[in-house]
């Protein structure tokens, strides 16, 4: 993770050097292209409050090429243009086009400053069925191993399966240096792993007589993986921040964390067990929200075979969220009911 943030920052240094405005945070940090991606699932979005008003706009602050590097007042530092953003997937929520137009105006009008948050609608961006470009499809796929890692190593059972692939290779080759080992590790859990899953679909729908391209599979019917994949994601963060439940009581005799955890390391301090009915909640919860995320992922299957007008049945395709969605529901169902 050091290195890997290291990486991040040294990378944002030297993008930041040679281009112009946010080109790291628009174009290159993962971060924010993740956070793009989860936004199809949002119900808020930036948007303009009336587009007539940025038609007779004659001032254009928000994008104004002289307002780029105000301290506080700055046009839009990503290239985009508040009256025709449709979507969530570029806007870093920055909200300088909301400054600029409420203090560069060359004729005050009542309706500005125009940018503002509006409800589009739960997963509006999702359903629109935009078809993800290949560096996208890529990153999806990449995360969509991410998460099988994330979740899976939180039970020992699951981490079992989840590493024997990986080190078998790696016994086999003999290796014993801890980055080669890394590299083998990651290539396998977050490549080689999402391709088969991925891969299981397509084949199926073709071996069933369906016509369609490997490329239009991903890149269309990759949209069904994000729903899970967020709904994954989400899933670790509660796990994350419930886990600190019991270090809590802790918290006010030392702020730093540091005495505490020589103490129960030493066994001075005993942590207690967590409660039976928040282990409950918490179970109720994980497994709602990845229901959640495969009913979803089932939606956006259901209106991509009925757009797209397929001669023969899709119904191959629902194997994403049965596949995809089952590895989470299945770890979480074993983990977190049968032994509770």
Known sequence: ?????????????????????????????????????YSKLSFLGWRVKNK???????????????????????????????????????CILCAGCLKTCSKYQSE??????????????????LFKLKPLKIAEMAFVMIV?????SEIWSEWD???QYLTFLPNRVIRSLAIS?????????????????PVFIWLIPFLVARVAGLSIKLKDYLLNYGIAF??????????????????????????SDDLSGMNTAQKIVEGEIVLTKMPFMVNLLISV?????????????????????????????????YLIPALYGGIFLLMITGWRWLIL
């Open 144 to 148: 969509s191993g991410f998460v099988i």
């Open 52 to 90: 007539s008003i940025c038609d007779t706009c004659k001032d254009k602050s928000c994008i104004h090429r002289k307002y780029h590097y105000n301290l506080n007042y700055k046009s839009c530092g990503v290239d985009l243009y508040p009256a025709k953003i449709e979507d969530n997937a570029h």
């Open 108 to 125: 005050p009008t009542a309706g500005r400053p125009n940018p503002q948050i509006t409800n589009i609608g739960f997963a509006n961006d």
């Open 1 to 37: 993770m050091a290195v890997y943030l290291l990486a991040i920052v040294g990378v944002s240094i030297l993008i930041g050097s040679i281009y112009e405005k946010n080109t790291f945070c628009r174009y290159v940090c993962p971060v924010g292209y993740l956070l793009g991606i």
């Open 157 to 159: 059972i699951t981490n």
């Open 177 to 193: 240096n801890n980055f080669v080992v890394g590299i083998i590790k990651g290539s396998i859990i977050f490549a080689v792993f």
């Open 226 to 251: 994000i729903p899970i994949i967020a709904a994954a994601h989400l899933s670790k963060a509660i796990l994350k921040t419930t886990s600190r439940v019991p270090y809590l009581r802790h918290l």
């Open 285 to 317: 919860l994980l497994t709602l929200v990845i229901a959640g995320g495969i009913w979803l992922s089932i939606k956006v299957i259901k209106e991509l075979n009925k757009n797209r007008e397929i001669a023969v049945s899709g119904k191959s395709f």
